[in-house]
């Protein structure tokens, strides 16, 4: 593929993922973070945000196994993975969290237990679009092209 | 406007935001509230519940009344007719009574006649009486029988005895038809005649049937006899005739019938005149005409025969009383019956009673009826009302919702455009798409302000508007005031300055933002309409009698001459630029009092809680129209509708102005002149600074000037005294001892002076700044020459650096003379700030921190760059992610960033002494959060503080340990925001990072 195409890709790629919501803006000031000193910060933000929802996601689920389920906890977890979900910019999870909190605090188990399977849910969509967005990335670079600014009109 | 004020904007935006949220929160529970209150007051109240009564009672209680009326009447008026009837059952009686008197006494006086003409007539032989006596004693004993129209007494004369009786009298027998009278078993022929009757005589009256009758009833009786009423002859009257038996022997004791029948020899009558006798009695009674009396015999019951009476029955039918009356008949009844003349007359008292009663009660009832309707009005228009009245409070409470939500709605996705817009503007763009784009930025601010004027306006209007506490130093906050507009004035060539008195306190508590706020909306509004000259924002103690009454005299000392000054075109005017101002205020002849004044009263109120300030913005603008004064301070209301469309704006910003001075206790107000200038001046009140409350906020100063400028030596060379003192404040605020020469001239000469007067410590000035007016104004030629002066006054072995002052941006040809005239080591551009000033002088002297000062508008990520180049960072978050990316931003900035993942590690890391230059804080982390651990770090410092203090002066600086420590925290509210500052943080940035925010927080610590 001519890396001209490709990248013309990764943008509509790109624009696509921040017109339906996967992420929003500070995804755009990660990316901006990224420059020839700091050349895989965002791959590497990322995968360690992967790393850590992983586990957070086994914790969860976990956690609402119990018999009683210690809200505090989960709720601390949810937090964490609010937090780091907002500071990647993966939007729809942060909003999924949200809600999670909310049925934390109500200490609904039921609600939890559904929010869970959304936050997974989510995070498994994002999950496979930035995947698909680094692969993307990568054949570019690998055909000796450059990752385009994003055009911030969207 | 600056990129960097966008960024603040935006922040600013986003607190405002969340102000609007909670308030927005706060709303629900009111409302709720007034729905409770509703529900409450819905319960009916008793006349309510039985309103539909109300008519069907008051209809009830007037026939209720109607009906009492009525019996009132009738009982008054039974009462009146029992006394009627009682009246005329008295009357009757007594009529009767007299009647059945005057009777009795006449037929006495008959019987005792009777008796006389038997004793005389009969017993005395030859007869005593003869029909002259007769005649002659009736006439004359006449008034005895007043009844009794006249008497005669008739002879019983046998069939056999009547030729001898005709023969002895002379005359024949005749009967009641006057003639000869047939033969009979026996006569009765009058022999004596009272006079009145006496056509009777010779008339035999057993041929009348009624007489007849009569004398054979009297003479079985042997009592008076009555006959029944017949018209009696001679007379149209009704009578009767009353007939007595004379016997002529004496009889025994019990006398049978048939003894009287044998011994009765004659017959003595009189003939009653009933009617002519009634009449004669009833008039001689009172109340003769109210009754009408009839006499009737009743000896026949089924036909009583009417003896006295008016036939016509006009009367009273309805009552009549009966009496009875006794005329010593037995056999014969008679009964008088009365009835009055009229009807009972109507009882108008029992009327009028029986009215005024119902009139009343219908009164009383319809009062009652009108208050309890009056109740369920009043009541129903106060249901109505409360509605109303709640549904007004909804109103207000939607509007207050809609307008928060509504501006949170335009506020965020606005963030978001001029957010977008400052990144954009950050990338390369052609020149094109750059005002395209700066454009829209300007746009999106105006658009922004707008909403922030508008819900400042609501928020005031609500009065939810507080202004916090918080400690904060006026002259920083100018300074960035003046930085706001520097470059808009700087592009009109107005000549922007700021002067704080010496007297104003560093620091005091009270609502810098809205301090900041005012000031920038009246700067705001002078540079908009002001084409030339000069816009002066000063700040002194407001000791209102002491100073108007200076400024009084000194006008009444100046008058003349002032005078003259206004009135000469080409003159200058001893203002900031030399341009007329609408008033002299800020004229050098005041300002100087002002100066000399607070000076002399050095530490008078040191000791007062208050500080009040009196702040001017004096500028030479268009002026507001006189007409359009009054209205300056109103909401939505320009001078005229064509300033709009000229200049932009809402008019809605001097109203919040107005609204905000006021909050602060000061008032506002203004002097203006069409096309001479406009000056505004408020004063606020604020709280003094207890010395040691900020000591531990000593870091956050905004008096963070660099010091090592202390002790240098200036001149200033200005002609104009007031921008001098401006200059002459903000070099002293660095430190610098300022001298003011009026033109180069003058200040070499002092300098040689100096020079000569004390030769050992040559005093020079190590800085000259030259104002470029007085540059300009025809001295430049002498310049180099001076300077040469200065090089062979020997003592130069350190040139003074020669600073030129400049309005506007130098032209090419202007950069190059000034180069050639010698000013090589800089030009600093006005509008003049502390801190830029001592940016320029480090680069000048080349002291201090290596720094890039070019820039004196800090712009964006460079200005960042400048900022955490080489700092030292501790960030410290449990969140892995937003750890990296935390570090990941600040190191694209330069910073050297260090990672930790507790509060406790942090602790850890920042064990005095250290060398980290700040801390980013994540707030909610386990184990120990955000807010502990600054508290912590706060503990140490103090004490780390404390003991070298105590332990070596000299070591003080270096003692003031206070580590700049930032919240990182996702949710960006107040209540979050005073527990970060109340735990001893210095400011918060809003997570994930974002440039303009982080600059926003960073900017505070490290001020270029």
New interface residues.
Partial sequence: MEVGQMQRQWVDYTKSLFLEGFLD??F???Q????E??PD?VV??VS??F??SEKLLNDLTRALEQPTVDFKRVD?HV??F???S????AQRVKNACIAFRNFCEEKNTEGCVRCVQQVKHEYYLVKSKLETLFALEQQIMAAGGSIP?LE??F | MSKEETRRRIKEIGLVLMGGKTKMQRHHPVAVRLNEQIGAKKGYTFVQAHRAWFPKLFFLWVVVMLLLGWLTYSYMDADNKVRRVEVLGSMCDQRARMLQDQFSVSVNHVHALAILVSTFHYYKNPSAIDQETFAEYTARTAFERPLLSGVAYAQRVLDSDREKFENQHGWTIKTMGKEPSPNRDEYAPVIFSQETVSYIESLDMMSGEEDRENILRARATGKAVLTSPFRLLGSHHLGVVLTFPVYKSKLPPNPTVEQRIQAAVGYLGGAFDIESLVENLLGQLAGNQAIQVYVYDVTNTSDPLIMYGHQYQDGDTSLLHESKLDFGDPYRKHQMICRYHQRAPTSWTAINTAFLFCVIGFLVGYILYGAAMHIVKVEDDFREMEELKVRAEAADVAKSQFLATVSHEIRTPMNGILGMLALLLDTALSSTQMDYARTAQACGKALITLINEVLDRAKIDAGKLELEEVPFGIRSILDDVLSLFSEKSRNKGIELAVFVSDKVPDIFMGDPGRFRQIITNLVGNSIKFTERGHIFVKVHLAEPSKVMINGKSETYLNGGSDEGVLTSDGHQFKTLSGCEAANDWNSWDKFKHLVSDEEYRADVVEASEQVTLMVSVEDTGIGIPLAAQERVFMPFMQADSSTSRHYGGTGIGLSISKCLVELMGGQIKFVSLPRVGSTFSFTANFRRCKKNAFSDMKKPNPEDLPSSFRGLRAIVVDGKLVRAAVTKYHLKRLGILVEVASSIKMAVASCGRNGAAASGKSIQPDIVLVEKDSWISGEEHDLNVQKLDWKQNGHAFKLPKMILLATNNLSQAESDKVRAAGFADTVIMKPLRASMVAACLQEVLGIGKKRQPGRVVPNGSNVLQSLLCGKKILVVDDNLVNRRVAAGALKKFGANVECVDSGKAALALLQLPHNFDACFMDIQMPEMDGFEATRRIRQMESKANVETNGGFEALARRGDWHLPVLAMTADVIHATYDECLKCGMDGYVSKPFEEENLYQAVAKFFKT
């Fill in positions: 803006g500070q755009l000031q990660l901006q973070l990224q420059d000193s700091n910060f590497e933000v360690l945000f790393e850590d601390a937090h964490q609010k937090g780091s907002s500071s990647i910019g600014m911030l009109n």
